[in-house]
């Protein structure tokens, strides 16, 4: 069944290559479809994971009670309305309360939504409601900066805009101090 729908998607993709040069068979081409099909199953490997999984093995916080951000976590994702690549870092920080997770399971989770058919501003969401949801923190934010190829290489062609999206919860949405601590953690940085 899997072999079949691998099969139509690949043919899907002759057919665009169709539609772009005719009947061209030139070499290149020839293994292009399956190229393209591989690919995909890396780009879109979040559709295979789940968030309770991925930050399922959590310990004991000890009374740790402050920030955890992991920040600069580097993503590609991809567009969801022109299939064209987006890439930027997230900042991903929550406060315990009681459990804590290892560090490299933020960073999965970024991962998990970004190789995903994807807008910027659903991934920063995804992102929060996860560790809030699996992790029950006191605050829990996400910061996600990146550029977009659908406006460097078509449309408006602006090479350099940077879009930013940011999604707070807990602590981090009603108190001001906290949200400015995590904002001078983050820092400003060069894309
Ligand atoms: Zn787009």
């Known amino acids: 069944m899997i072999e079949i729908r691998r099969q139509e998607a690949e043919e899907a993709v002759r057919k665009l290559l169709q539609y772009l040069e005719g009947d061209s068979d030139r070499e290149g081409l020839q293994k292009t479809p399956k190229r393209v099909i591989d690919s995909f199953d890396e780009i879109f490997a979040g559709y295979n994971q789940e968030s309770a999984?991925?930050?399922?093995?959590?310990?004991n916080a000890e009374g740790y009670g402050g920030i955890v951000l992991l920040k600069d976590i580097e993503f590609h994702s991809t567009c969801e309305h022109h299939l064209q690549p987006f890439r930027g870092r997230a900042h991903v920080a929550y406060i315990p309360t009681d459990r804590i997770?290892?560090?490299?399971?933020l960073a999965?989770?970024?991962?998990l939504h970004a190789r995903r058919l994807q807008n910027q501003e659903r991934i920063t969401k995804s992102v929060v409601d996860d560790i809030v949801d699996n992790l029950n923190p006191l605050g829990a934010g996400v910061?996600?900066?990146a550029r977009h190829g659908c406006m460097q290489c078509r449309g408006i062609s602006k090479q350099n805009a940077v879009m930013t999206t940011s999604a707070m919860r807990?602590?981090?949405f009603d108190k001001a101090e906290a949200r400015s601590e995590l904002m001078q953690l983050?820092?400003?940085?060069e894309l």
């Open 53 to 59: 999984e991925v930050l399922s093995s959590t310990f």
């Open 101 to 105: 997770v290892g560090i490299s399971k």
């Open 108 to 111: 999965r989770i970024v991962e």
């Open 143 to 145: 910061i996600i900066e």
């Open 170 to 172: 807990g602590v981090f």
């Open 186 to 189: 983050i820092g400003s940085r």
